[in-house]
T-cell receptor, first 114, second 113 residues
Framework: GENVEQHPSTLSVQEGDSAVIKCTYSDSASNYFPWYKQELGKRPQLIIDIRSNVGEKKDQRIAVTLNKTAKHFSLHITETQPEDSAVYFCAERDGGTSYGKLTFGQGTILTVHP | DTEVTQTPKHLVMGMTNKKSLKCEQHMGHRAMYWYKQKAKKPPELMFV???????INESVPSRFSPECPNSSLLNLHLHALQPEDSALYLC????????????FGPGTRLTVT
């Protein structure tokens, strides 16, 4: 079955530093890898995603990289700000269905200190 | 309209009660999902509806009963729940046929007493 491992479980950085969160997956049929940000008491919010035919994608201070051979993908946040503090979940989409079952990693609690 | 909405925001129910959670979207998405999320854990998939038909039931107990009356609406009927069912229940939707870009609703915080 699908399995996603996410590291680290907690990450503490100073404002302005970079933060990197890594995930590995096991299903070679996985073809879509979203990242969600969840602030306390709020919904998971899709912040960036990447498909399996792309190696890297950027959106302002956020970037995601994918290594299909090694089956891992990473979230990079540059110039972190206190409002980046949240729980971040990676996920992978089961490539065997059209409705996209997502399997999530266990989450990373990111704290950005002013 | 680019939002998934859910009602109620909070629900407290006893173990003998029957209640329903409601989810609505008007983005033309034909795949809709129910997830359960416990504190400090990732969302866990419960059910998937694709084109108003139940496509996935992740071995969820029968005290949870999903319903998709039309392409915009998804319900979750609750009956005889247990205290361990207390959690945040999230609805999500996406374009059917892709499964990409799942958008979540704000969730219903359920407490079973």
């Amino acid at each position: 079955g699908e399995n996603v491992e996410q590291h680290p479980s907690t990450l503490s950085v100073q404002e302005g530093d970079s933060a990197v969160i890594k995930c590995t997956y096991s299903d070679s049929a996985s073809n879509y890898f979203p990242w969600y940000k969840q602030e306390l008491g709020k919904r998971p919010q899709l912040i960036i995603d990447i498909r399996s035919n792309v190696g890297e994608k950027k959106d302002q201070r956020i970037a995601v990289t994918l290594n299909k051979t090694a089956k891992h993908f990473s979230l990079h946040i540059t110039e972190t700000q206190p409002e980046d503090s949240a729980v971040y979940f990676c996920a992978e989409r089961d490539g065997g269905t059209s409705y996209g079952k997502l399997t999530f990693g266990q989450g990373t609690i990111l704290t950005v200190h002013p | 309209d680019t939002e998934v909405t859910q009602t109620p925001k909070h629900l407290v129910m006893g173990m003998t009660n029957k209640k329903s959670l409601k989810c609505e979207q008007h983005m033309g998405h034909r795949a809709m999902y129910w997830y359960k999320q416990k504190a400090k854990k990732p969302p866990e998939l419960m059910f998937v509806y694709s084109y108003e038909k139940l496509s996935i039931n992740e071995s969820v107990p029968s005290r949870f009963s999903p319903e998709c009356p039309n392409s915009s609406l998804l319900n979750l009927h609750l009956h005889a729940l247990q205290p361990e069912d207390s959690a945040l229940y999230l609805c999500a939707s996406t374009l059917a046929g892709t499964g990409y870009e799942q958008y979540f609703g704000p969730g219903t915080r359920l407490t079973v007493t």
